[in-house]
């Protein structure tokens, strides 16, 4: 009776800690395929608080953020 409780404990953390990992593999190729902000995004960004960017700007922006994915 033990033992069977133990099994279904320990099966659920394996599945729990499995499926995590797969949800984040795939989140993280999803977000590397279509990234949720792209250049022309960041020069509308700065365009809007009155800068004009050069490709400079942009491109460290982009490293940024980058970064964190």
């Keep these: 009776m033990l033992w069977d409780i133990l099994y279904v404990v320990f099966g659920l953390?394996?599945?729990?800690?499995?499926?995590?990992l797969i949800a984040r593999k795939l989140m993280k190729k999803e977000l590397k395929k279509n990234p949720p902000?792209?250049?022309q995004m960041i020069r509308?960004?700065?365009s809007s608080?009155?800068?004009?960017?050069?490709?400079k700007q942009v491109?460290?922006?982009?490293?940024q953020m980058n970064k964190f994915m």
């Design 13 to 20: 953390i394996i599945g729990l800690v499995i499926g995590f």
């Design 59 to 63: 491109n460290q922006m982009m490293k």
């Design 49 to 55: 608080m009155g800068r004009t960017p050069s490709q």
């Design 37 to 39: 902000i792209n250049e």
């Design 44 to 46: 509308t960004m700065m």
